[in-house]
Each structure stands twice: as structure tokens, then as C-alpha cells.
């Protein structure tokens, strides 16, 4: 896909991801601009609602970035934000999305390279999959 | 003043929402002497042309039931809606998209392919399927449109209430009737039942345990079925947490988990989400430190059909609306 650069929505954590990505803006760490960051108290705040309203709305992928298993400020947010992710993971493939533009990260508030990383990866990855264009399928369009 | 007018009309529906309108028994008597049936196709001998004369808001409620599927069912929405004052979206599948917005995973071409063609108990060797148009004999035979996508009612036409259920329950049919011919009209857009979860009203409540944990999910043919507990604490799913209650928890008292068919309170917008939402927060929860995340997709892997059982009456209403090609 020439030339498509990927929109992404990045929801993080207010006490790891976001930190994470905050460092790595004060660090000065290069990294791809293709994501807009929206900061949620924990990941288990990210109703999957959320992340159907970010493909809605245009994203052609979703980040969920968490605390490390273990190290929740809410001691278990993130084992739900896990099972969530990947029951909504099997929602998507039925509903004809692919899963992989859906992606879970443990990402600690030290470790802004790995943020830096993983947007690059997910980016490519999506480039791979080219853009997602939600919006032509609600119409009654005689496509069949 | 003459009594009001009453049109009742169906599109994608399995029939079930007229026949709930019979559940009434001898209250129907009651409505019948109140208000004018000026249109109801499966009981009274009235025709398109019928309403087609008639005069913008000549009619004062129409409850139509069924999502909306062919160009034929969007045509009588429309027609309806201009000439009624109230229209009621009577049923799930008007309401939701209901069991036939489940041909939202598929688009035409599979239906039309496995209905005329590959279904075992269909013989059609040269594989003839339905078209729009076909001429014979110089006749031109025209069929409505089939659409890719079924819609809900109010994605095709503005709506003023809702009815929920499949089919809605007899007492909240006649509150709804008592409610219009009184003129006690809530907020346009309301759905006319109780907005409280299932769960709150559920005999199987207090069976409930405070802290719920599924170590294993069950498919309700796989186990006998304690009749008293919450079929969650068994393993079942049942959408009693995200669906609304006023249904006299048909499904529950005949030992069948809740599939949904009330559709959410007004507080959710995608059921279907909900119900990932709360259920992924269950499974395991007992061990979830312990889990790893290979055991903790297996566990997830139980679930037969996610999408089919979370947006099993909701699939159109939901926010993708349809499987995307
Ligand atoms: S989950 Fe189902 S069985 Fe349990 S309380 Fe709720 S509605 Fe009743
Ligand atoms: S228990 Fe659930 S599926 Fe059954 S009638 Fe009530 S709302 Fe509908
Ligand atoms: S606070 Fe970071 S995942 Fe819960």
C-alpha cells in the first residue's frame, strides 16, 4: 500500500504506558507520529466499546498499553484488560476485522523504548494490512 | 372524535411478535373497542392501497415489527411513517435487528448460495436463484431487492419508542397501549420497559455469588442443569448482566440462560461489547495471577461463536452493524 500511512489509537495507562510515552517524548526518542495517545487510569478502564468506537471513528488500529501482569496500581486490572482483549481479538475475526489490528502491550513506565518500538512495529504491521475503511459497510448497497 | 387509528404491520420477522399481540386473550377485546385497526395484514383484509390514501398523521400509532431486509419492507417503513403520528418499533428485530440481523455475518451471495443451492433437502440442478427482474412470455416479474445488510427499523425510518423482546411481553404491550391512549407519552426515543439489568429482577439472584468466577465454560446441552443457581456461577453463559429486564424472565424459568433478546439498558450502547466486557472479567478470575497466557486463550477458546452468542439479537444495532467483506 504506497504511500498509507496507518492511524493509530493508543490507549495507555496512566501509571506505566503513558508514563512510558511521556518519557519517551522527554528523552527525545524518534518516533513514528502515526498514533494519537489517550490516557486512561488503567487498561481495564478501556471498555471494548472504546476500541469499536476507535475503528469507528477511523483508526485502522488499536493499542491497549498496560502495566506489566503483576504491577497494576489496581493489583488485577490488567489480567482483565488481557482476557477482554483477547475474547474481543475472536469478536473481530467474526466480524470480518483483522485481530492484528488489535494489540496488547506491557509496557512500564522505565520503558520508553519499548513504547517507541512497539508504535514502529504496529505501524508496519498495518502498513501490511493497508487501511481499514469501516465505514462503506453499513450501507444497503447492493454489493453482494 | 373518532376512536384512534392502530396500524400493525411486520417486515423481517419470524411471525412470533403478531402472535404476542394474541397473548393479549381477551384484553385484545379491550383494545379492539378502544382504538381502530385500520391495518394489520396478518389478520384484517387490508391492502397497501388502503393506507396509500390516506392522509399524512391519519393514522395515530404504528407498530411495526421485523428489521428491515428488502426494498419492499424500507418502502411500507416509509409509507408508515408518513402517515402516522407514533411509530413503535415492536419486537427485537425492529428494535435490534433481532435473529434475522444475524445475516449480518454473511452478505447476499452466501445466503442466496446456500439457501437455493446447498441446503441438503434443495434439488435445483440448473441453481436458479430469485432475481429482481425476469421476463416471460413477454411478462416483466419483479421481485423487491434483497438486501446485503438487514437494518433495524430506526436506521430506516425515525422511531418513537421501542417495544423489546422476541416477542415483547403481553403486560408491557398493554402498559405501552394504556400509556398512548391515555396520552401519558414519555421522552420520544424511550424504550418502553423496565431499565434495570435482568439480574436485578432474577429469581437466581441471591444464588449469585458475591465474587463470580468461571473456571470453565459450559454449553447449556453439556450439563444438567441446576434449576435454583445462577447459571453463571455454573459456568453457562447468560446475558442477564447487559440485558434489560422486563421480560418475566421467560428464559430463566424454563432453565435456559438469558440470550439477550431485551437488548441493553440505556445506559450501554453495544450489548454485544458488554457482554465481552463482563464476561473476559470473569473467566478465570480465581487463578488469573497463576494463568498463563496460553491457558488463559483456552479457556477463552470455550467460547463457541463469541459474536453470535453476544450480538445474538443485536448484531445490526451494534456499532459495526455487519461482518465487513
Ligand atoms: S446471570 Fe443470569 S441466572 Fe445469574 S442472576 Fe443474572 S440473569 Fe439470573
Ligand atoms: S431471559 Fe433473556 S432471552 Fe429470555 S426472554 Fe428474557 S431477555 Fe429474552
Ligand atoms: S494501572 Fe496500568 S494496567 Fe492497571
Redo the contacts between chains.
Keep these: 500500500m504506497e504511500g498509507f500511512e496507518p492511524k493509530i489509537v493508543a490507549f495507555c495507562c496512566k501509571w506505566c504506558s503513558y508514563a512510558a510515552a511521556d518519557l519517551a517524548g522527554t528523552s527525545r526518542l524518534k518516533i513514528k507520529p502515526n498514533f494519537v495517545v489517550i490516557r486512561t487510569m488503567c487498561s481495564?478502564r478501556v471498555?471494548?466499546?472504546f476500541?469499536?468506537?476507535a475503528?469507528?471513528n477511523g483508526a485502522d488500529g488499536v493499542l491497549v498499553a498496560g502495566c506489566h501482569?503483576?504491577d497494576c496500581h489496581y493489583v488485577?486490572g490488567n489480567?482483565?484488560t488481557?482476557?477482554?482483549v483477547?475474547?474481543?481479538k475472536?469478536?473481530l475475526e467474526?466480524?470480518?476485522?483483522d485481530p492484528r489490528r488489535l494489540r496488547l502491550e506491557w509496557i512500564a513506565a522505565s520503558e520508553s523504548r519499548k513504547f517507541v518500538v512497539t508504535i514502529r512495529k504496529f505501524v508496519d504491521e498495518l502498513k501490511q494490512l493497508g487501511p481499514l475503511r469501516?465505514e462503506a459497510?453499513?450501507?444497503?448497497?447492493?454489493?453482494? | 372524535m373518532g376512536k384512534p387509528k392502530f396500524a400493525f404491520y411486520w417486515c423481517a420477522s419470524c411471525g412470533g411478535c403478531e402472535e404476542t399481540v394474541l397473548d393479549l386473550n381477551e384484553k385484545i377485546l379491550e383494545v379492539v373497542d378502544k382504538v381502530d385497526i385500520v391495518f394489520w395484514p396478518v389478520a384484517l383484509d387490508f391492502k397497501r392501497k388502503d393506507i396509500e390514501v390516506m392522509k399524512e398523521g391519519e393514522i395515530d400509532v404504528a407498530f411495526i415489527n421485523g428489521a428491515i431486509r428488502t426494498s419492499e419492507q424500507e418502502e411500507m417503513a416509509k409509507l408508515l411513517r408518513e402517515k402516522a403520528k407514533l411509530v413503535v418499533a415492536f419486537g427485537a428485530c425492529a428494535q435490534l435487528g433481532g435473529i434475522p440481523g444475524l445475516a449480518n455475518f454473511w452478505v447476499r451471495s452466501d445466503i442466496f448460495d446456500r439457501i437455493y443451492k446447498k441446503v441438503p433437502t434443495v434439488a435445483n440442478p440448473e441453481g436458479v436463484v430469485p432475481q429482481q427482474v425476469v421476463e416471460m412470455d413477454g411478462y416483466k416479474l419483479t421481485l423487491p431487492e434483497f438486501y446485503d445488510t438487514v437494518k433495524t427499523l430506526d436506521q430506516t425510518i425515525p422511531v418513537d419508542y421501542y417495544l423489546p423482546g422476541c416477542p415483547p411481553p403481553p403486560d408491557l404491550i398493554m402498559n405501552a397501549i394504556e400509556t398512548i391512549l391515555k396520552g401519558e407519552l414519555p421522552e420520544k426515543g424511550t424504550v418502553l420497559a423496565p431499565d434495570k439489568a435482568l439480574c436485578d429482577t432474577c429469581p437466581r439472584n441471591e444464588t449469585k455469588p458475591e465474587k463470580l468466577s468461571i473456571k470453565d465454560i459450559k454449553r447449556p446441552h453439556e450439563v444438567i442443569i441446576d434449576p435454583e443457581k445462577c447459571f453463571l456461577a455454573q459456568g453457562i453463559i447468560c446475558l442477564g448482566p447487559v440485558t434489560r429486564s422486563g421480560c418475566g424472565e421467560r428464559c430463566i424459568n424454563a432453565n435456559m440462560p438469558c440470550r439477550g433478546c431485551m437488548g441493553p439498558t440505556s445506559e450501554v450502547r453495544d450489548q454485544g461489547a458488554k457482554a465481552v466486557s463482563f464476561i473476559a472479567s470473569i473467566l478465570g478470575v480465581e487463578d488469573e495471577e497463576k494463568l498463563s497466557e496460553e491457558e488463559v486463550q483456552k479457556l477463552i477458546d470455550k467460547i463457541v461463536d463469541p459474536a453470535g452468542t453476544f450480538y445474538r439479537f443485536s448484531l445490526p444495532a451494534s456499532l459495526l452493524r455487519r461482518r465487513r467483506k
Design positions: 481495564s471498555d471494548p466499546e476500541i469499536l468506537q475503528f469507528l501482569p503483576g488485577n489480567y482483565k488481557l482476557r477482554r483477547m475474547l474481543l475472536k469478536v467474526q466480524l470480518g476485522i469501516l459497510g453499513d450501507d444497503n448497497g447492493s454489493n453482494g
